[in-house]
C-alpha cells in the first residue's frame, strides 16, 4: 500500500466550517452511519458493511497509513461524512472521494471539504495530479468533481465487477496542479 505519511503531517485540516483528521477509536459508533446507510453504501462497491467489518474498517482507519478521514463540524465536532485522500499508482498522483451523511447533504460540506484537499494537495504537497471516480449515476458526486475544477477523462463500461456477479460503469475525473494553478483561486479560497 503506498505511504500518505505525506499528508498526514498536515491534519488535521481546517475549512471556515469542517475539520477534516484521523479518525480515532472513538469514531466507531460515530461513524457506523457511514458503512451501513443503505442510500450511502448504494454507491460503493463493498457494498453494506456488517458490524464486525465496520469495527475493522474504523480499526484500520485508526491505523499507521489510512486512506480515510472523519469530516466533522469545526464547532460542534458532530462527525458530518468521510474523505477518501491517497497515492494513487502513479507518482504524485493522489484520489480524492467523499461520503457525506444523509441528513448533512446537500450543504455544500463534500465540496468544501474537497476543495481543502485539493489546496493543500497542489500548494503544500508538490501533487501533480488528483483523481475521483464515481458510479455514472451519482450524478451529486461528478457534479462535486466538477465543481472542484475536474475534467471528465472517461467513461469505462463494465468495469468493476460486483459480488452479485453483476458489473458496473464508472466516470473518471481529475484535475492538474496547472490546472490549479491557473485556476480561479477564489473558488478554491472561499472555502478558508
Known amino acids: 500500500m503506498p505511504d500518505n505519511t505525506l499528508f498526514l503531517k ?17 469514531d466507531l459508533e460515530l461513524s457506523r452511519a457511514m458503512s451501513q ?9 463493498s457494498g453494506i458493511y ?3 467489518e465496520h ?3 474504523v480499526a484500520c482507519c485508526c491505523a499507521e497509513n489510512p486512506r480515510d478521514f472523519i469530516i466533522e463540524d469545526r464547532f460542534s465536532t ?44 497542489f500548494i503544500n504537497m508538490n501533487l501533480h495530479r488528483i483523481v475521483a471516480k464515481a458510479h455514472p449515476e451519482n450524478l451529486g458526486s461528478w457534479r462535486i468533481m466538477e465543481k472542484i475544477g475536474m475534467r471528465r477523462e472517461g467513461y ?19 484535475i492538474l496542479s496547472d490546472e490549479y494553478s491557473t485556476a480561479d483561486l477564489e473558488t478554491f479560497s472561499k472555502t478558508f
Not at 498536515?10 to 472513538?26: M, S
Not at 457525506?100 to 489546496?119: F, H, N
Open 50 to 52: 456488517s458490524d464486525r
Open 37 to 45: 446507510a443503505p442510500e450511502l453504501r448504494k454507491w460503493t462497491v
Open 78 to 121: 458532530v462527525v458530518v461524512g468521510e474523505m477518501t485522500f491517497h497515492p494513487w499508482y502513479v507518482e504524485r498522483t493522489w484520489e480524492i472521494g467523499w461520503l457525506i451523511l444523509p441528513d448533512y447533504q446537500g450543504r455544500g460540506y463534500a465540496t468544501e471539504a474537497a476543495k481543502a484537499l485539493v489546496k493543500n494537495g
Open 156 to 174: 469505462f463500461r463494465q468495469c468493476i465487477p460486483r459480488a452479485d456477479g453483476s458489473w458496473w460503469d464508472e466516470v473518471f475525473y481529475s
Open 55 to 57: 469495527s475493522e474498517y
Open 10 to 26: 498536515h491534519l488535521p485540516l481546517e475549512t471556515d466550517r469542517l475539520r477534516i483528521r484521523r479518525y480515532r477509536e472513538d
